[in-house]
């Protein structure tokens, strides 16, 4: 009888353990994948925001994303090679036309150009890390990244019209962006409309009709808001700055036509 009675305690106290170890695996099957999954989120939202550092950095992250992507998917038979192996720091290099390097590292730029002229080397400078096959594994330079920040600090003072027409694949897109580099690099900054600085500076507004963009210039809000030397100094102001800026779009290699009565201008293309 005692037998009889322990055999059913065992096969429960089996069944029992049985039960917990199932749990047990399936609370770390669970932790593991909430793990991973957290992870990859976490990797995924780091590249969405470094993507959103500027408008052209986001775009070169995107062209490179899926130029990547192509890549993973080679056609089924071909032999994958492995990349040149990178052997030393990023640095200005002068390259041949085969793109092997003939000299350097350099500093900067200017060092690696005088070189070419000083030396009569047919080379070209380029900024990169050299690689192992005796080439140049190409970086964006320190220079390049400064000036990419602040065109992109630039275009954040676009006035709110262009919040629904900014994209990618828009032409008008790559022409405002152009337009704000030729004018930055020429020392004109944009008037920062959505943070309602009163500094003045230049106004940029879509014209999607013509598919082009008007240039105007803004005064300081003392002259024109609160009108300090008068509303006709503020108009001539205005009026004349705005016409400079135009010339100087068109010097710039910009269509540039008048547009209105106040000597805003009308920019379609790059001639």
């Given amino acids: 009888m005692g037998a009889t009675m322990g055999w059913p305690a065992f096969a429960v106290l089996g069944f029992v353990m049985l039960i917990g170890v199932v749990v047990v695996l399936g609370i770390s099957s669970t932790a593991r994948y909430e793990f991973e999954h957290n992870g990859a989120r976490e990797r995924e939202r780091s590249a969405v925001q470094a993507q959103r550092s500027h408008p052209a950095g986001s775009r070169q992250a995107r062209r490179a994303a899926r130029a990547a992507h192509g890549r993973g998917h080679a056609p089924a038979g071909t032999v994958r090679t492995a990349p040149p192996k990178i052997t030393g720091t990023p640095g200005w290099w002068l390259v041949d036309d085969t793109e092997r390097v003939v000299a350097g590292p350099f500093d900067d730029q200017v060092d690696a150009d005088w ?35 602040e065109l992109g600090d630039q275009l954040d003072r676009l006035p709110g019209e262009w919040d629904e027409l900014l994209s990618d694949e828009d032409p008008l897109t790559t022409l405002v962006v152009e337009v704000t580099a030729a004018l930055v690099e020429a020392g004109l900054p944009l ?81």
């Fill in 115 to 149: 070189a070419a002229l000083s030396t009569g080397l047919d080379a070209v400078s380029v900024y990169g890390a050299e690689r192992a096959d005796g080439g140049v594994a190409r970086r964006p330079s320190p220079e390049q990244r400064a000036w990419l920040a």
């Fill in 191 to 271: 008037h920062d409309g959505p943070s309602a600085h009163p500094a003045g500076g230049v106004v940029l507004m879509p014209e999607v009709a013509s598919g082009g963009v008007v240039v105007s210039w803004r005064t300081h809000d003392r002259m024109s808001v609160q009108h300090s030397r008068g509303a006709a100094a503020h108009a001539t102001v205005q009026q004349s700055m705005s016409a400079v800026i135009g010339d100087v779009l068109w010097n710039l290699g910009f269509v540039v036509e008048p547009f209105g009565e106040s000597g805003s201008s009308l920019v379609t293309a790059l001639r």
